[in-house]
Structures are given as structure tokens and as C-alpha cells.
């Protein structure tokens, strides 16, 4: 295994999601999802990733933060499809993937994004509230609605199994970067939160909306409405070169404080796994990197 001084570059390509009772493990060239199955057994499927990870799209700051989010929701979704017919479910076609996709935009966009929009508007329009006050206020709204959402999913059981199984994605590349012998045990040892995390980028995201909407400053309804629209883009490709910059400041003091509010918010989306769903990210892990040395 190399050691973190000597793959710190690969290292920040490593990525993850937790998937229905297991884990999809993401690098560079290939990913690795691992399952555990009803009948106790762990089932690993891995696929090969999509050129655009190693394409020159992927170097161009802000520009990459865009497309390779899109690409990675298609990764998401194929990765719970392969969970769920590991638990005897019926596959999701890519038709079926693509439609969940899109609704799921859909529902992001109007409650976190419109929808506070359209109450800062309220404020300013029937209250008498300023530009500026009406932009805060829409920008505290969303990120409120952000924190309660996550609160709230956490309550659902099924979704609580998720977030542990989150937790073991995290604890398993935590232990990687810092050397560590990749076993259950060793592992268990390592912190459920890590700064390259998707709720991170929700986080920062909503933050950085609050200043990025207040600059624009007072606009008509329909505008105000459409400048958000037009605005996510550039939300996330903010977002994703702020997350790469804490990974490049990586333990040094600037790097910590700069990811310590998401790593904060982590605790609403993961929980603290058993061995088992170690277990299982350790098989994922280990197949995703198997697979990316035998096409070096």
C-alpha cells in the first residue's frame, strides 16, 4: 500500500457513497460496489468509471465541479441500483434511473432554492424589508431547510442503516490516508466524518448562495427567480473547488478550519457503523483498488 506522502494525489480522487446495506467505493479508473446479502454473504460488483475523471475537463477549475457532479449522480443511482437487486429488488432501468434523477433536481431546486427565494421576495415586497435583509433571510431559510431536512431523514430507520453505512465509507478511507492496516478492527478506530463528503458540499453550497444571491442585489420576482436558476451552476462549481481546497490543505490549521462547519454537519448524515458494515466498505474499497492497479 502506498503510503499517504506518496499518493497524496490518488488519495484525493478516492471517493464514495453508502448504498442499501452496503457501500460504493469510487476512484479514478473504476468503482466497487459491495452488498451485504440477505443471507449474510457480500456480493461486489466493479465497473469501470467514464473518461471524464481522466479526461482534461477534469483539470479545468470551476467548469469540472458541474460536469463532474452530473456524471457522479448517474454513478449514484447505478450504484443503489445494483444494492437494491443484491437485496432481491427489482432493477432500475436506466429510463427509471434517468426519471428519478430528474425529479429529484426538480424537488432540490423548488424547496431549496425557489422556494426561500420566493419568501425573501415576500419579505422585501409586503414587509418593506430591504434588498439586502430580503437576500439574507432567503439565503438563512434555505440553509435552514437544508439542516431540517437532513434531521429529519436521519429519524427514518432505513435511512439511519444508510447514514452507518456513510459512516463506514468514511472510517474506511480515513484509515487508508493515514496508513493504517485496512481490517475491521483497525478501522473501527478512525472517524466517521471526513471532509470530502457530499454533505459538505451541501453545506457550503447553501453558504456560499447566501453571499453569491446577496450580491446581486434587488431584482423583480420572475428575475429573482431566474438568477437562481442560472446561479446553480456556478453554486457548484464553487463548491467543488472549495472542497478541493480543503483536501489540498489537507491537517494544516487553514485546511481544518475551512472544513470543520461540514465535517460538523456530517453528524446528521452518519452514523457509527458495526463491524460488519466495515466490513463491507473494506471490501469495497479493496476491489476498487484492485481494479485501478491492474489498469495502471
Same mark, same amino acid.
Given at each position: ?23 460504493? %467505493? ?73 426519471? %428519478? ?21 415576500? %419579505? ?163 476491489? %476498487? ?8
Amino acid at each position: 500500500m502506498n503510503s499517504p506522502a506518496d499518493s497524496s494525489r490518488i488519495i484525493r480522487s478516492y471517493g464514495g457513497q453508502a448504498v442499501i446495506e452496503g457501500v460504493m %467505493m469510487r476512484g479514478r479508473k473504476a468503482m466497487a460496489v459491495s452488498v451485504r446479502r440477505p443471507d449474510g454473504t457480500i456480493q461486489t460488483e466493479v465497473r469501470p468509471l467514464g473518461g471524464i475523471y481522466q479526461s482534461a475537463v477534469a483539470r479545468i477549475p470551476v467548469v469540472r465541479g458541474v460536469l463532474l457532479l452530473w456524471d457522479t449522480l448517474g454513478l449514484g443511482w447505478e450504484s443503489l441500483s445494483i444494492s437494491a437487486q443484491a437485496q432481491g429488488e427489482k432493477p432500475i432501468t436506466r429510463g427509471e434511473g434517468g426519471g %428519478m434523477i430528474l425529479f429529484s433536481l426538480i424537488v432540490v431546486i423548488v424547496m431549496f432554492f425557489l422556494l426561500p427565494a420566493a419568501v425573501g421576495q415576500g %419579505m422585501e415586497s409586503y414587509l418593506g424589508a430591504s434588498a439586502a435583509l430580503g437576500n439574507l433571510a432567503e439565503g438563512v431559510i434555505r440553509l435552514l431547510l437544508l439542516l431540517l431536512y437532513l434531521v429529519m431523514v436521519g429519524w427514518v430507520p432505513e435511512i439511519a442503516r444508510v447514514f452507518a453505512y456513510h459512516g463506514a465509507e468514511h472510517k474506511t478511507v480515513n484509515a487508508f490516508e493515514a496508513g493504517a492496516e485496512l481490517t475491521p478492527e483497525s478501522v473501527d478506530a478512525f472517524p466517521k466524518e471526513h471532509p470530502r463528503c457530499g454533505t459538505s458540499f451541501l453545506l457550503v453550497v447553501a453558504v456560499l448562495a447566501i453571499v453569491l444571491f446577496t450580491l446581486v442585489g434587488p431584482l423583480p420576482f420572475w428575475e429573482r427567480l431566474l438568477s437562481r436558476l442560472i446561479g446553480i451552476p456556478l453554486l457548484i462549481a464553487l463548491g467543488y473547488e472549495y472542497l478541493r481546497l480543503t483536501a489540498f490543505l489537507g491537517n494544516r490549521t487553514l485546511g481544518k478550519i475551512l472544513a470543520a462547519p461540514g465535517v460538523w454537519t456530517q453528524s446528521l448524515t452518519t452514523r457509527a457503523p458495526d463491524r460488519a458494515m466495515l466490513e463491507v466498505a473494506i471490501t469495497a474499497f479493496q476491489a %476498487m483498488r484492485q481494479a485501478e492497479e491492474a489498469e495502471a
